[in-house]
């Protein structure tokens, strides 16, 4: 059984960063993406980053060069640095793989960027 589990998440000033993790169990992880989604509020959930197996990696438009990913096959990990957060990166920030046809997402780690 699919599990992945988000850690992380806050509350931070505009300007500010935080480290969101996500653990994955009951999977093989180092063959397969791993991707960071985010829904805010009245809004459709989107792509933040997505990272393949030979880590290649994707970033959304809005985040590019203040967000990096990273993954740890060793520890079953992805990580989301998120640096020089803004107001509108506020959401709540989902893991998420995608395997045999299947979705499967964490439970979602809020994250709020006020002053």
């Known amino acids: 059984q699919v599990q992945l589990v988000e850690s992380g998440g806050g509350l931070v000033q505009p300007g500010g960063s935080l480290r969101l993790s996500c653990a994955a169990s009951g999977m093989l992880f180092s063959p397969y993406v791993m991707g960071w989604y985010r829904q805010a509020p009245g809004k459709q959930r989107e792509l933040v980053a997505k990272?393949?197996?030979?880590?290649?990696?994707t970033y959304a438009d809005s985040v590019k060069g203040r967000f990096t990913i990273s993954r740890d096959n060793a520890k079953n990990t992805v990580y989301l640095q998120m640096n020089s957060l803004k107001p509108e990166d506020t959401a709540v920030y989902y893991c998420?793989?995608?395997?045999?046809?299947?979705?499967?997402w964490g439970q979602g780690t809020q994250v709020t960027v006020s002053s």
């Open positions: 998420n793989t995608y395997r045999n046809g299947i979705n499967y």
């Open positions: 990272i393949g197996s030979s880590a290649s990696i």
